[in-house]
Nanobody, 124 residues
Framework: QVQLVESGGGLVQAGGSLRLSCAASGRTFSNYAMGWFRQAPGKEREFVGA????????YYADSVKGRFTVSRDKAKNTDYLQMNSLKPEDTAVYYCAGGKGAGYSPNPTGYMYWGQGTQVTVSS
């Protein structure tokens, strides 16, 4: 079956960086987009960024544009979310999500499979 396994979360000071990884198995990795979402306590899950199936295009929420970067390593069946210049408001549980097709979606309903989530905490 399809599995998405996340790693890389943790505690960091404001202005610092973290890189999240999402290792995929169970289907042809390069045929599907991958999205990244986050959910803070008491808030709805929100779109962070995404990469299309080929890895040639990326998309970001305005709140993270210029600070976060999504990338894909097809040889490792792994996607990454590089987060720089982190702010306390970036604190949340972060999820990777496997798309239904080659294109991305900013909506959680556009994804079929979800990672287990990883906590990111940014202290001020």
């Amino acid at each position: 079956q399809v599995q998405l396994v996340e790693s890389g979360g943790g505690l960091v000071q404001a202005g610092g960086s973290l890189r999240l990884s999402c290792a995929a198995s169970g289907r042809t990795f390069s045929n599907y987009a991958m999205g990244w979402f986050r959910q803070a306590p008491g808030k709805e899950r929100e779109f962070v960024g995404a990469i299309n199936a080929s890895g040639g295009s990326t998309y970001y929420a305005d709140s993270v544009k210029g600070r976060f970067t999504v990338s894909r390593d097809k040889a490792k069946n792994t996607d990454y979310l590089q987060m720089n210049s982190l702010k306390p408001e970036d604190t949340a549980v972060y999820y990777c999500a496997g798309g239904k097709g080659a294109g991305y979606s900013p909506n959680p309903t556009g994804y079929m499979y979800w990672g287990q989530g990883t906590q990111v905490t940014v202290s001020s």
